[in-house]
């Protein structure tokens, strides 16, 4: 089993700034993909951005790229997404999922093992 805890999450001002980390325990951490992925009230579960297992390829939404930024801590075993300029419909429960040797997938029945998640809130 490889558990994921999320944290970070929070309420900030559009425009705004907040960093996400799921730090991860159990099963070798750098053998997985580690992604995102978001759930505004009354939606469906989303992709947000992906870091592939290696490290080297990262995938991203259309609707965050050049404001998020997924990155790891492979020391700490510790994955974060940056969230920058925030806007009110980033507003979601993020989750962080892992999905091995994954060189970066979008898809969420790609992913083993997900994280309770934590609620970002922007206001407008």
């Known amino acids: 089993q490889l558990a994921l805890v999320e944290s970070g999450g929070g309420l900030v001002q559009a425009g705004g700034s907040l960093r996400l980390s799921c730090a991860a325990s159990g099963r070798t951490f750098s053998n997985y993909g580690m992604g995102w992925f978001r759930q505004a009230p009354g939606k469906e579960r989303e992709f947000v951005a992906v870091l592939s297992w290696r490290g080297g390829r990262t995938t991203y939404a259309d609707s965050v790229k050049d404001r998020f930024a997924i990155s790891r801590d492979s020391a700490k075993n510790t994955v974060y997404l940056r969230m920058d300029s925030l806007k009110p419909e980033d507003t979601a429960v993020y989750y962080c999922?892992?999905?091995?040797?994954?060189?970066?997938?979008?898809?969420?029945?790609?992913?083993?093992?997900w994280g309770q998640g934590t609620q970002v809130t922007v206001s407008s």
């Open positions: 999922a892992a999905d091995l040797f994954s060189t970066g997938s979008p898809r969420e029945r790609d992913y083993e093992y």
